[in-house]
């Protein structure tokens, strides 16, 4: 098996559990490095949804739940599904939405007050 086979077959392995939509760093962790993202771009093999999220094009996944992971995924480690996204992640059917719901946790060096960014604590 060559190196980008060996790659592509990673990439559809995450793939499968996640909607077909993985991340730069899940890719990183099993040793695919940005410029085979890259070659594997080009091939038509993956296609970038943003900034960290990866559609796997052989992984036969694209659904209503795949742009709710791409978007979490592109929000940050610290994100989540909410309301109805997270309810159609979890197998909800036959629902039509309109966009994905992500919460992100506040950054600790914030200053918040009633809900209003204040800026970073000085």
Avoid at 10 to 22: I, N, Y
Avoid at 66 to 79: E, T, Y
Avoid at 93 to 115: E, K, L, M
Wanted: aromatic content about 6%; glycine content about 10%; hydrophobic content about 45%.
């Amino acid at each position: 098996m060559t190196s980008a086979q060996t790659t592509h077959a990673h990439a559809c392995e995450l793939a499968s559990a996640t909607f077909g939509v993985v991340s730069r760093g899940q890719l990183r962790q099993v040793g695919v490095t940005r410029h085979q993202i890259l070659t594997h771009v080009v091939a038509g093999r993956l296609r970038v949804l943003g900034t960290q999220a990866v559609h796997v094009l052989a992984a036969g996944w694209w659904d209503e739940r795949s742009p709710i992971v791409a978007a979490v995924l592109n929000a940050g480690d610290s994100a989540w599904a909410d309301g109805e996204s997270a309810l159609m992640l979890a197998g909800l059917r036959g629902w039509r939405h309109g966009r994905a719901v992500i919460v992100r946790r506040r950054p600790s060096s914030a200053w918040w007050r009633n809900d209003e960014w204040r800026g970073p604590r000085r």
